[in-house]
């Protein structure tokens, strides 16, 4: 894995991110499974009641998934997240990050992704990565640890 390879994927907005154009904000990515699922609704809605605090601390928030821009579009509008979700329709970047595993679902082997997020320092180096997470909590999780950050 090389999370810290540059890479770039269509957002929300009609805008690109790529994250080399990052560096100067700590940027926190966040990979969740899939748009309108429970875990991933409450893990969003948690970045955007803290996104304020986020901003306060120099940091750039994204969610990453698999799910198309029109998927995200009305996920964001729906939830009114402030901040870009990305679509990674091809899942390059989800394997560069190494978060794409098998889970059981309902008995079956299934190919997804392992809600994971990543947190880069204004050099663009990656300072902290937490996988496996649980939603409820995590983003106060990663907003005490970016606030470590100088």
Not at 52 to 75: C, M, Y
Request: hydrophobic residues 40%.
């Amino acid at each position: 894995m090389d999370a810290s390879a540059d890479f770039q994927l269509p957002a929300t907005g009609g805008q690109t991110f790529r994250l080399s154009e990052q560096r100067g904000n700590i940027v926190v990515l966040y990979f969740y499974p899939k748009d309108n699922t429970p875990g991933c609704t409450t893990e969003g809605q948690e970045f955007r009641d803290l996104h304020a605090q986020f901003e306060q601390a120099g940091a750039v928030v994204a969610g990453i998934s698999r799910d198309s821009l029109k998927s995200h579009e009305n996920f964001k509008v729906k939830e009114g997240f402030p901040f870009p979700l990305l679509a990674d329709v091809d899942e390059k970047v989800c394997e560069q990050f190494g978060v794409m595993k098998l889970k059981n679902m309902y008995g079956k082997q299934v190919r997804g992704v392992e809600r994971s997020t990543f947190v880069f320092d204004r050099s663009g180096n990656l300072a902290r990565e937490w996988r496996a997470v649980k939603a409820p909590g995590h983003a106060a999780e990663v907003l005490a640890f970016v606030r470590t950050l100088k």
